[in-house]
Every structure is written in C-alpha cells, then in structure tokens.
C-alpha cells in the first residue's frame, strides 16, 4: 500500500528555514499530483502547496507564496517542502498527501482529493 514519511519538522526562531522532506513507497509516484497541508492546534487542515504528477506545474496558498516551495524528485520518489521567514503562525504539523487520481489535468487543493497522507511533522516557529 502507499506509505508516505514525512521528516525534516523541529522548532526553529522566527526568520528561519526549514525544508521537510516526504518520502512515498508503494506507488508509481510521478503518475500523482502531491500537495503539502498543515493543521494547527483547534483549526482545520489547510492546503499550503500542490505540484503536479510531471513536476511542471505548481499551485500556492496565498498564505505560503513567495515563502514556500514546493518540488519533487520523480527518480527518487521524494517531496519537498522549502520554507523561509518562518513566524510563529507556521507553528502546526505539517502533512504530505498524494492524489486520489492518476495523472490529474488541473492541480488538486481540496483535502478531499488526497487518497493518502503522511503521519505527519511537526513544526514549532518560536517568537
């Protein structure tokens, strides 16, 4: 079945960089669009970013552009999320998903659409 292994999550300042890392097992990997999610203590699980099964084509939340970045290794079967000028409002664990559906036209943000996701790294931003 798909296993997918988040790492890289730890407590940093307010400014830092921290890069997460989400590595997939048991499917062919660059047939799935993959997105990067984050739930925060009592709020709902919110879309940061989506890159598309080929890597071409990649989609943000309004709260991460410019800030975060995300890519895929196809070769590897890896997924990464760069993020720079932390805050304290990055401050939730931070998930990896795969899409439910195979070499998807369009990039998926709803939850919904995910099949399968990583257990799920914790990231604290301290003030």
């Known amino acids: 079945q798909v296993q997918l292994v988040e790492s890289g999550g730890g407590l940093v300042q307010a400014g830092d960089s921290l890069r997460l890392s989400c590595k997939a097992s048991?499917?062919?990997?660059?047939?799935?669009?993959m997105g990067w999610f984050r739930q925060a203590p009592g709020k709902v699980r919110e879309f940061l970013a989506t890159?598309?099964?080929?890597?071409?084509?990649?989609y943000y939340a309004d709260s991460v552009k410019g800030r975060f970045t995300i890519a895929r290794d196809n070769a590897k079967n890896s997924l990464s999320l760069q993020m720079r000028s932390l805050t304290p409002d990055d401050t939730a664990v931070y998930y990896c998903?795969?899409?439910?559906?195979?070499?998807?036209?369009?990039?998926?943000?709803?939850?919904?659409?995910?099949?399968?996701w990583g257990q799920g790294t914790q990231v604290t931003v301290s003030s």
């Open positions: 048991g499917s062919t990997f660059s047939l799935y669009a």
């Open positions: 998903a795969q899409d439910d559906m195979r070499q998807r036209l369009g990039l998926p943000t709803l939850p919904s659409l995910y099949g399968h």
């Open positions: 890159i598309s099964w080929s890597g071409g084509t990649t």
